[in-house]
């Protein structure tokens, strides 16, 4: 997910953090995590920036995310979900093409879902939910530099051949 812009983290985020954190994380599959395939259009900060999700097979979903401006591609990341041997479904992000790095679930619900690798840098913790058919929620949190942060990623379902729009 691009980093278009940060914010503090509200009281309310921190609350529904905390209930979120105390929710059990119930066992699932990739199969569980369908309703995040699909083309998913960013309506933050860049206007060109596109999310891609394929449908679960073989045990993983396939995404990728990529950001172009001014005709050119900015920021890009692979992303990957699947069971790790414990059984646990895990996220697990490659930013600008780094190494991945392992979120394990921690709480999901039917339509989203809550990673979290506590010893990570920024963020700690990354969020999808969709609360309705056509629009996508996405976040990522956690401490920056001591200071509580929260980015938020608002999306709509596109098709996957739809032109991308750009700055």
Request: with cysteine; net charge negative; charged share 20%.
């Amino acid at each position: 997910m691009p980093s278009s812009f940060i914010q503090p983290i509200s009281i309310a985020a921190l609350a529904l953090a905390a209930v979120g954190a105390a929710l059990p994380a119930r066992a699932q599959s990739v199969d569980g995590m369908a309703w995040l395939a699909g083309c998913w259009r960013g309506h933050f900060g860049e206007a060109g920036t596109l999310e891609q999700w394929l449908a679960p097979a073989g045990g993983t979903m396939l995404g990728m995310s990529r950001t172009v401006k001014q005709g050119r591609t900015v920021e890009f990341e692979f992303l990957q979900l699947r069971q790790l041997a414990d059984g646990t479904l895990a996220l697990m992000p490659q930013p600008a093409g780094k190494p991945a790095t392992v979120f394990r679930l921690l709480s999901s619900g039917p339509q989203e879902a809550v990673f979290e690798n506590p010893a990570h840098d920024f963020p700690q913790r990354i969020a999808y939910a969709r609360p309705e058919e056509s629009r996508l929620l996405a976040s990522i949190e956690g401490l920056r530099e001591g200071t509580p942060r929260r980015i938020e990623f608002a999306f709509s379902r596109v098709a996957c051949e739809a032109p991308l729009e750009q700055d």
